[in-house]
């Protein structure tokens, strides 16, 4: 059996999946926590990295690995490979205004990169430290991304062996940054000098998909098979996760967690001047044309907690319901949200009557609002031309026989619930794979719930009326 190795370095954790490269079998996994926090050095995520190997029972059998991560970021770089300053994750919002300034700037930022720059982006992030630090923003000599860097490290690079020249990284993660072209596959250094001010900053190299990005030698560290372990490209998240579900042209991805997103893998570039949906590059060759909500499983979470109940006991609370819940419509603003862009709205309950206002049309009002917020994401991306033929359904909250029931009611399109998984782990163990084999692989995806289309109008009619 030929094992390879794949990493989801996210937010909260690291962790590694070690599966068989015939059948994406599991075989073992290991993991380990980060720090919290909206910025961090990223010698935590090496060591986090190290101990999840450890914790998955060592390298030494394994064939290929790859490390998909938290998307956009800011990692910067001396010339001497060492971390400047502490990274600035996606979720650290700083930078909302030096968003706006560069969008302000570059009149035509969307045909160029594909996206209206915001926060997260790392082309913004850098621009901040240009105003905010100027001392570290003049030392800066390479910036890379979460999983660029940590596949250097693996690489055997960093302040012992600072060859910057060998940083890599692959479009999909690229496409994120506001400084790359997901369509010509190159970047724009322009938009990069205009970010931080400097000219001649090093950029990772763009690996191709399923080619190598190098090997591991056998050090203390990390033993090896003989010959090394060849490492892929890298993902950023959700197109590794994209790969781990096996999605393909056609497929829509919507995921509940913390907040909502709604992606597609697309042979269509996006770019959509109202910035609504986010115009990346998947980890195929193809497009990833991406929509984020604010409100997701934490609606579910308030109204669970508001009713007494359990998320199993609001599911079937649910279902005792009517579809359209009776007249009852929770447009589920509750942190204001993202899509549409209302930071400063609240949630906001609708068409209480005596006879709508019970237990079970509440719980379901909750589903249907977090669910017809999502299905605004997919209308979004269909102006972009996105053709959807399934709903990969994933996130703890698609588990709930209720939240998949329902989804089957408010989108029109066929709804599929894998069973749970770590998926981007297991999209960089693909591109392992791939990288190792020369041709992606194509692995059984395990079923959780397949509803049948139950589409029902009232549902999205009320919310939209309001």
Known sequence: MTLVAGVDSSTQSCKVVIVDAATGVTVRTGRAAHPAGTEVDP??????LQHAIADAGGLADVAAISVGGQQHGMVVLDHGGRVIRPALLWNDTRSAQAARDLAAEVPDIVARTGSIPVASFTSTKLRWLRDAEP????????????????????????PQNPRLDALTTDRSDASGTGYFDPVSGEYD???????????????????????????????????????????????????????????RDGDVVVSIGTSGTVFAVTATPSHDETGT???????????????????????LDSIAALLGVTHDELGALALQAEPGSGGLVLQPY???ERTPNLPDATATLFGMTLASTTRPDLARSAIE???????????????????????????????????????????????????????VALGAAAQAAWALQGERPDWELPIAAEPAIDTRPIIRQQYSAR
């Open 43 to 48: 010698e935590a995520w090496w060591t986090a």
């Open 277 to 299: 949906v986010a115009g990346f590059a998947d980890a195929s060759g193809l497009f990833l044309p991406l929509v984020a909500t604010l409100n997701a499983a934490r609606v």
């Open 369 to 423: 609002g977090l669910l017809c917020g999502l299905a605004d994401g997919l209308d979004a991306l269909r102006a972009q031309g996105v053709q959807a033929h399934r709903i990969l359904l994933i996130g703890g909250a698609a588990q709930n026989r209720a939240v998949s029931a329902i989804a089957a009611q408010v989108f029109e399109v066929p709804v599929v619930v894998p069973s749970p998984g770590e998926y």
């Open 135 to 158: 001392e570290n923003a003049a030392a800066v000599a390479a910036v890379a991304l979460p999983h660029d860097w940590l596949t250097w490290r693996l690489r055997g690079f960093g």
């Open 189 to 247: 250094r322009e938009l990069l000098e205009l970010a931080i001010g400097n000219s001649g900053t090093v950029v990772p190299r763009v690996v191709a998909p399923g080619e190598s990005a190098g090997v591991i030698a056998a050090s203390p560290e990390f033993p090896t098979p003989e010959g090394g372990i060849v490492v892929g490209a890298g993902a950023g998240d959700n197109a590794g996760a994209a790969l781990g579900l096996g999605a």
């Open 334 to 336: 509750f942190e204001g």
